[in-house]
């Protein structure tokens, strides 16, 4: 094949360590001498794949199936699958499908652009790259020759740490991500040094658990609130934001940085998963409501205008109707800005698959509707206590939406992460990765409407 052919298409499911993954291989395939291509024109079509809940796995199988139409029209094209599903199904992918010639991983990413290279050069050959390794692979850092290290300019993504040690009843993270291993402090400053220096104004800590961070075998004794005032010090990061936050490994100090760091931004998403004591000692959470509302209470008296966000599971299975009230009771009194909410799925291997009762369906779907009832009322309270305010906002891109004309609304978040949309000069083109002072006007369904004060810097 001719080097023209070497395109690439990368398609994302789940969470932002998958999203940062898919980002770090699409700058390291282009170091490669890669291209990436629109997904009927490329020649490796990656998939990179979430197995956290069954409905994104069966969309994973029947995008496989799909994209088997290019590989027959051409047969140098073939599918690459990595992510959390690969490293469950493995080599079954190649069983199921003729064109599948990577299965790849959640700890061999760093190894996918070699493997490509491969099979570009092979059109026979079919690579499975499953094993987990000991400690933290480091991958090489690219970094563009110009433009945004992500899709969101002047945002970067940095991850900390790989893994997970909890083993939740429903969850299946352990086992395709594997056990907790955490990265070296100097090696995770280093990165964001080099990323506040390419411009990078807002940074995201990514973990299975960051606040677990360094309590493993490969810790270097650095504890994650250490890292925080570390990273937060480091000149030109504006913003500092963390996902995930366990509750029973939220520490004091971590608490304590929400009063200390102004650049620590005021959002926190914060998995409460159930609010019956119950219903959380059967997940194997680690903590009661009694726990939790202390952490709320604790971070609302460090920082009175945080943003809690959260993560609900809807008929666990034994969950009671009584349980759920306490869930929607702990929602209210909590005042969530907004939550994921989702029905219980059995996930292969976990503990929970043997749980019974199992809720039924068009139960857990009734419940499901009046937790997000609940929770579009809990939005919009908090949206419209916005009006009137003035928050600084980093600009992302233009609003899909435009009526042309001398005006361009922008679309950008606060410090919190809400979405804030702001009319400017269409002549202003350069604005993305700014920050700008917003005063809120108005309060929409899921987002804010403000104008400018003073210029974008």
Not at 44 to 63: G, W
Not at 297 to 306: D, S
Not at 361 to 373: S, Y
Not at 410 to 437: E, M, Q, Y
């Amino acid at each position: 094949m001719t080097q023209d052919n070497k395109t690439f298409h990368i398609m994302t499911f789940g969470c932002q360590m998958n999203v940062h993954d898919s980002g770090w291989l699409a700058r390291a395939l282009m170091a490669y001498g890669w291209r990436e291509a629109p997904e009927d024109q490329a020649t490796a079509l990656i998939i990179n794949t979430c197995s956290v809940r069954d409905k994104p796995e069966q969309k994973v199988y029947s995008l496989v199936g799909r994209l088997g139409q290019y590989c027959r029209k051409d047969n140098a094209k073939f599918v690459a699958v990595g992510g959390c599903v690969a490293q469950q199904v493995g080599e079954g992918f190649f069983e199921r499908s003729d064109h599948v010639r990577l299965v790849f991983g959640t700890d061999q990413t760093g190894q996918v652009p070699e493997g490509l290279d491969k099979l570009y050069h092979d059109e026979v050959e079919r690579l499975a790259m499953l094993d987990f390794e000991d400690g933290f692979k480091l991958r090489k850092f690219h970094l563009p020759d110009d433009g945004p290290v992500s899709h969101l300019p002047g945002q970067a993504f940095v991850n900390i740490m790989q893994g997970c040690d909890n083993f939740c009843a429903y969850c299946i993270v352990p086992y395709v991500r594997g056990r907790q291993k955490s990265r070296s402090t100097e090696d995770i400053l280093a990165e964001v040094r080099a990323l506040a220096e390419h411009g990078v104004r807002e940074l995201t800590l990514l973990g299975q658990n960051v606040n677990s961070f360094s309590l493993d075998r490969h810790g270097d004794g650095t504890s994650f609130a250490q890292l925080l005032y570390k990273v937060a010090a480091i000149p030109g990061i504006r913003r500092l934001r963390f996902t995930s936050s366990h509750p029973k490994d939220l520490a004091p100090e971590v608490i304590n940085a929400f009063g200390e760091l102004p650049n620590l931004c005021t959002g926190l998403h914060l998995p409460m998963q159930s609010g019956s004591d119950r219903v959380l000692n059967a997940m194997g959470r680690g903590y009661d409501m009694a726990r939790y509302m202390g952490l709320v209470e604790g971070l609302r008296r460090a920082r009175p205008e945080i943003a809690l966000t959260t993560d609900l599971i809807v008929g666990f299975p034994g969950e009671t109707e009584e349980d759920f009230l306490e869930t929607l009771e702990a929602v209210r009194e909590v005042g969530f800005e907004s939550s994921f909410s989702f029905i219980y799925s059995d996930r292969p291997g976990t503990r929970s698959v043997r749980m019974e009762p199992k809720v039924e369906r068009e139960v857990a779907q009734e419940r499901l509707i009046r937790l997000q009832a609940l929770q579009d009322e809990l939005t919009s309270s908090a949206l419209k206590a916005q009006v009137g305010t003035e928050t600084e906002v980093l600009l992302e891109s233009p609003s899909k939406k435009q009526d042309g004309g001398d005006i361009v609304f922008w679309r950008g978040r606060d410090s919190c992460g809400r979405v804030v949309n702001i009319p400017l000069p269409a002549d202003d083109s350069d604005l993305a990765g700014k920050l700008l002072t917003v005063h809120i006007d108005a309060a929409k369904k899921h987002s804010l409407m403000g104008k400018a004060v003073g210029e974008p810097w």
